[in-house]
């Protein structure tokens, strides 16, 4: 009997493959194995014998038992570490073929003018698209009976022009110089770049959404020569050369003085093309001075504060500085033209 259990941890230890192992086992510990008949047999032998059996066979399965965990766990790790080679992935190594993308023009230009205000000092405020007709109108001193309205074709949301109680797709960032004075009050520096919307035909120089940067700055004594110092300011950031510019009186019901600043044409020289409408001259910066109505419209006194204002074409601006010479590519979500930025 003691030769039969050597034998048999003989061959486990002697095993090559899990089958080999596995085979052991049927034939030694199985149900019809060599151990369960020797317990079979018990009945035939005497009390003695049977005592001295018992303890043999319990000796023997527990000495054939760890034996073959044991060598199971072997064949059972190298098992796994093949498995893990064969699996094995670097969650490190970058997605192939994910081209990456880059920000539009807009933006790009847009965070730039950001930056250069923020280092003058000037907050930049966010404001909703869809605006109330108070804020986009009646409070900038343009009446629901003001020809002025006729000047920005609006898109007006369900239930229309209603007094001051109607919503409509904002057609300038100018409500947020409103928005900014009753949440900040003065004195205040801010800039609000957007998106505005206008219900025009579209062509080379026109879009019904298109992007504006509001600027507005409100302290004891603003004047004319502060709009023109942060005018240039501007131009020169952006377009890192000298552009020539003119300023023109302008009508904006919500200044006053107001201006038109143009520049020269970057995309003809001034010579004339579809963009400039032939004019050799690009509207760029209308600005001025805060109209006192206005101020008071948002609880700040005329008589200690005053401002001025400017609305910058960003879209123009853009198109300017990349000499693009038709506003709707801007839109388009054309990758020929976006991949150029
Ligand atoms: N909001 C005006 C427009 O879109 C531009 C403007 C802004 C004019 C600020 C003066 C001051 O036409």
Known sequence: MQDLLDNALARIG??????ELEAVRVEVLGRKGVLAQLSKDMGKLTPDERVARGKFINA?????????????????????????????MDLTVPAAGVPPGSLHPVT???????????SMGFTVLDGPEVETEFHNFDALNIPADHPARDMQDTFWLDGGQGG???????????????????????????IAPGRVFRNESVD?????????????????????GHLIYFMKTLLTAIFKKDVTVRLRPGYFPFVEPGFELDIRCLICGGAGCPVCKQSGWVELLPCGLVNPHVLRKSGIDPAEWNGFAFGLGLTRLVMMRYAIDDIRWLQSGDLRFLRQF
């Open 164 to 190: 001051a109680g109607g919503y409509l797709l904002r057609t300038h960032t100018s409500p947020v110089q409103v928005r900014g004075m009753e949440k900040l009050g003065p004195p205040l520096r801010m």
């Open 204 to 224: 080379a120089s026109h879009e019904h959404t298109f992007y504006q940067l509001e600027g507005m700055m409100i302290d004891r004594e603003v004047s004319v």
């Open 14 to 19: 002697a095993a090559q493959t899990d089958e």
């Open 60 to 88: 023997s399965k527990q000495a054939l038992e760890t034996a073959y965990d044991q060598k199971k766990s072997v064949f059972d790790r190298a098992a796994l570490a093949k498995r893990l080679d064969s699996e094995w």
């Open 108 to 118: 790009q230009i847009q965070w730039e003018i950001e930056d250069l205000f923020r």
